[in-house]
C-alpha cells in the first residue's frame, strides 16, 4: 500500500507572534490560581469557551450559575497545577540552556508560571491548553526514553519490520493529528502522522491492533522532533506497507 503522510507538524511550542503592532497589555488578576480552576472544569466536562469565559469574569454565564468559582476548585486540582507549572518550567529552563529557540508562546507560558495570578489577557488560550500539552509531552517522553535516537541527518532506505508502541494525540486550535510511534529491531523510531480525517488513518489503526508490519521505503527521512534532542524516521514520502 502507498500513502503520503504529511511532511511537517506545525508546534505550537514554535509559534511566533509576527504582530507589527503591539496594543498595551489587559491584565486578568485572579484571588486564586486560574489553572487549577482550569483543571477543575476540565475535570467536570466543561468545554473550553465555557472554561475561558469564565476566565474573562464573565460571572452571568451560565457556567458560573452550575459551578461556583469560589466552590470548584479541590485539592487534587491544585496538586494537578502544580505538577503542570512544575513540568513546563523544566521545559523551558531546559530549551534556554540548550540554547534552543524561545517563542513568544513559551514566554507567554514562562510569565504564566512565573505570575500564576496576574496572567496577560492574551495568554487564556496557552493556558487552556498547558494541561493537554503537559499530557502529550509526558506521553511523547514515555516513548522516546523506552527508544534510541536516530543519528542526526542520517538518510537510509528502509526495508524492515517495526513493531508498534504507541500514538501520540495533538488535539489544538491548529493542528488535530495522530502520530503513531513503530521500533525497528534495532530500537530506532518511525513515526507516522496523520490528520483526523487522513484517508489512510484507518489503515494504520488496523495495523496496529495488530502489532507488527513490514515497510519499506527508498529513503528514510530522519528528523528532529520539535520541542526535542530527539530523531526518528517520519514516513512522508511514497512507501509500501505489507501485514506480517
Known sequence: MQTQAISAIFDEWDVIDNSKAEKPVEYLEFDDDPLALVCAMLRKGKQYHDIAEALHGNYQTRVTRDIPISQAIEAEDR????????????????RRLKNMNISKFMLAVSDLIESP????????????????????????????????????????EIDTTIEYVGTVKRRTSRTKVDMQYWRTPNNYLVRVT????????SAWEYFAKHGKVHISTEVGNVIKVTGYDYFVYQL???????PV
Open 194 to 201: 496523520f490528520p483526523l480525517n487522513d484517508m489512510g488513518r
Open 117 to 156: 495570578q496576574r496572567i496577560d489577557k492574551k495568554s487564556v488560550s496557552p493556558l487552556l491548553k498547558l494541561s493537554d500539552f503537559y499530557e502529550e509531552d509526558k506521553a511523547t517522553e514515555s516513548i522516546f526514553n523506552s527508544h534510541k535516537t536516530l543519528p542526526a541527518h542520517n538518510k537510509q
Open 79 to 94: 496538586e494537578r497545577a502544580i505538577v503542570v507549572r512544575k513540568h513546563f518550567r523544566n521545559k523551558i529552563l531546559m
Open 236 to 242: 512522508n514520502t511514497h512507501y509500501e506497507v505489507k
